[in-house]
């Protein structure tokens, strides 16, 4: 009795299962078909594209430090702060600067009081050096006349000989105390410029992505205190294989994708760097962004480069349906949509690229009506 039972069990199950299938079937053909429209499947000639991935880098970037040590009084940015040009970032304390300035003005202003003593003097000179002259030319018309000797004529000339020297004496200390004064205002000077790196400005308009100072830290000449790079100046540098890097030239045309955005940009090779990578055997190919607000640097990119042309066999991209790892299409075979499975390759504009599971003129639903599936009946509007 038992074997008997065990053996008309599975019998039993499967005479439900074949009565349930009948059913459905009847069901499904008992609804209307779903008025759909299709899109042939067609070859098309699309441009052979090779693919390129690399890192947004500014294409201007500067790294502030400072020209000589001292501490740090206020830091005036922090990392992802906008700054403009000449705005003032970091100020070092700059008292023992304060102190040599003070220096060289009071020695400045000692010189200046002693050139009006040195004017006095050349003037004085000068008076003596024309009275010596007239004198003398008095005493070289009585000389002719034969009314004074020789030995007054040498006295008078003499005493011109030397007013005239202390006259040029005067001129001489009058030109070096110019040049002391022209030292002077060089040595102020010098300590206004010195003063002025205690002052770190922003050299260009941009954003501040890196700060390794704070207030009291001494900052140590040519050690990097901040980084800046330009606003709205990025480029990608890709790595070209350098099996295609004859076939890319500087100016060409390059569309952009960026892990930080879903658009695609579209951009120019501005520079070939020709040393290739020992390791990768790749070629640094550098290609300017546009202004983009959401680009920053150390973002991941593709560069998608034209080379040629190649058939493809192409439908519209929202025809396609991704279920996890998995692609498909519905197509109307005879009246019912079926599913079939595809790989789907590049993606250009509206249209993709089908590498598998499709043949040329088949007739692929589009657009998919919501709620088509599997096996339902379809007519197809002509």
């Not at 065990?6 to 059913?23: Q, S, Y």
């Amino acid at each position: 009795m038992t074997k008997g039972y065990l053996f008309l069990l599975p019998a039993a199950i499967w005479m439900a299962g074949c009565g349930e299938a009948p059913k459905e079937k009847a069901a499904a053909a008992s609804q209307p078909p779903v008025t759909v429209s299709t899109t042939a499947a067609a070859a098309e000639t699309w441009p052979s594209i090779y693919e390129a991935t690399g890192t947004v880098k500014a294409r201007a970037s500067a790294v502030i430090a400072a020209k000589l040590m001292g501490y740090v009084r206020e830091v005036k940015v922090q990392a992802g702060d906008q700054v403009r040009e000449g705005q003032s970032l970091v100020t070092l304390d700059t008292r023992d600067l304060d102190v040599s300035s003070r220096r060289a003005e009071a020695a400045r202003d000692e010189v200046r009081t002693a050139v009006p003593e040195a004017d006095s003097a050349v003037a004085a000179a000068k008076a003596n050096l024309d009275l010596a002259q007239v004198t003398f030319g008095r005493i070289q018309d009585l000389f002719q006349k034969k009314s004074i000797s020789n030995q007054e004529l040498d006295e008078a000339s003499a005493r011109l000989k030397a007013a005239q020297a202390a006259y040029d004496m005067a001129r001489a200390r009058r030109s070096q105390w110019n040049a002391k004064l022209a030292q002077a205002d060089q040595e102020v000077r010098s300590t206004e410029v010195t003063r002025s790196y205690a002052d770190l400005l922003a050299p260009f308009a941009g954003i501040v992505v890196s700060k390794s100072i704070e207030p009291g830290s001494l900052a140590v000449p040519g050690e990097p205190l901040l980084t800046i790079e330009r606003g709205g100046s990025y480029r990608l540098e890709a790595a070209v294989d350098e099996d295609h890097l004859a076939a890319i030239r500087i100016g060409q045309p390059v569309s952009v994708t960026l892990d930080s955005s879903d658009r695609t940009l579209h951009a120019r090779v501005s520079e070939i760097v020709p040393a290739v990578d020992a390791a990768s055997r790749a070629y640094t190919v550098k290609i300017d962004l546009p202004a983009v607000p959401a680009i920053r640097s150390g973002v991941f990119g593709r560069a998608a480069f034209q080379l040629g042309s190649r058939p493809v066999l192409a439908i519209p991209a929202e025809a396609v349906t991704e279920r996890g790892q998995l692609q498909s299409v519905l197509v109307a075979d005879n009246g019912v949509a079926r599913t079939r499975l595809i790989t789907a390759g590049l993606k250009v504009e509206d249209r993709v690229e089908v590498l598998s599971g499709l043949s040329a003129g088949e007739k692929v639903i589009f657009p998919v009506p919501r709620g088509l599936a599997d096996g339902d009946r379809v007519e197809v509007r002509p």
